[in-house]
């Protein structure tokens, strides 16, 4: 049997039950209920899932629909340009003697108008990048709709994991300078120093099968980095 994947998600009197495995579709179930009596269903839902899976793996492919033509529009005519005094005879003597009054006006404006206090810009609002922010599945979505919402969740909880930046190491005193690269790795309850992760986990005596393979001390989980702590060599 292929590897399967079981998710999870408790909401206010209902569970959202969703299961993968590989080369199939997800299958997603809403169960009413507490995560207690939605945990008595999983067989049964499991059953359900590769009975599905054996009649029909994926769902069937989506056709969008054609594009509307766009209606052809006319363009509006184009409003006759006012005549200026110059091809109006009897405006024309009208317009020369009127420069100089303006001017004047335009002093005493100038000479009793006070210059505008430069406006205040407000600090934009602080708050949390809309990258962070979590999307949960829409609960009046279809089946296919919220097997794709908890995919795409579990792909931006990896990328997020991936992408965190490694906590940095408390700085060294001036006496013993810090190499870059060279690390000591300690246990919670002080047993250490080990030269890699790998011996830290060994004597941990964590799974080699279950636990990870690689001696990268970021890419750790949370609760490995608390019971395996990183300091620089002395």
Request: charged residues 25%; aromatic residues 4%.
């Amino acid at each position: 049997m292929a590897n399967r994947k079981l998710v999870m998600e408790e909401h206010d009197g209902s569970v959202l039950v969703g299961v993968m495995q590989e080369g199939c579709d997800p299958v997603v179930k809403t169960i009413e209920g507490s995560l207690n009596d939605a945990l008595n269903q999983v067989p049964q839902f499991l059953t359900e899932a590769q009975e599905k899976w054996a009649v029909q793996p994926k769902y069937p492919a989506h056709t969008p629909p054609a594009p509307t033509p766009k209606p052809v529009t006319t363009p509006a005519a184009t409003p006759a340009q006012p005549q200026t005094a110059e091809k109006l005879p009897l405006l024309a003597g009208a317009e020369q003697a009127a420069p100089a009054e303006e001017k004047v006006d335009e002093a005493k404006v100038e000479a009793t108008e006070a210059p505008a206090a430069p406006a205040q810009i407000e600090p934009e609002a602080e708050g949390p990048p809309a990258a962070l922010v979590h999307a949960t599945p829409r609960e009046d979505a279809s089946e296919e709709d919220k097997a794709k919402d908890i995919t795409a969740m579990q792909e931006d909880v990896s990328q997020r994991i991936t992408e965190a930046p490694a906590p940095q190491p408390s700085a060294p005193t001036p006496s013993t300078p810090a190499k870059p690269g060279e690390w000591n790795y300690y246990l919670q309850d002080g047993r250490g120093p080990f030269e890699s992760v790998q011996a830290a986990m060994d004597e941990l005596g964590l799974d080699k099968a279950a636990r990870p393979q690689h001696n990268r001390w970021d890419r750790l989980s949370t609760e490995l980095k608390e019971k395996i702590q990183r300091r620089p060599k002395s």
